[in-house]
Nanobody
């Protein structure tokens, strides 16, 4: 069973920054597609950003230019650097890992970390 351990959430003022980290126990981490999702109270979980095994990135329009996803395959870790945070970024942020075995997708989630943007 793959485990994802997130860290880095907390309370920050509007305009501030946070960096989330997610460490994965998957042996072949470098082949996995990694992502960050978030879920605000009363809303559906939504995609924030993804990064492929080759380093290609994809962002939700609401975070483009403010958030940066990156990965360190030597540390089996994915990061989400969040700058210029807004109150509407407040949510539980979840790390996601997609590992493909042939055409079969294995999907795993972290436990979530709370990010609160408030003055």
């Amino acid at each position: 069973q793959v485990q994802l351990v997130e860290s880095g959430g907390g309370l920050v003022q509007p305009g501030g920054s946070l960096r989330l980290s997610c460490a994965a126990s998957l042996r072949d981490f470098s082949a996995a597609i990694m992502g960050w999702y978030r879920q605000a109270p009363g809303k559906d979980r939504e995609l924030v950003a993804t990064i492929s095994s080759g380093g290609s990135t994809n962002y939700a329009d609401s975070v483009k230019g403010r958030f940066t996803i990156s990965r360190d395959n030597a540390k089996n870790t994915v990061y989400l650097q969040m700058n210029s945070l807004k109150p509407e970024d407040t949510a539980v942020y979840y790390c996601n890992l997609d590992n493909y075995v042939g055409t079969f997708r294995q999907r795993y989630w972290g436990q979530g970390t709370q990010v609160t943007v408030s003055s």
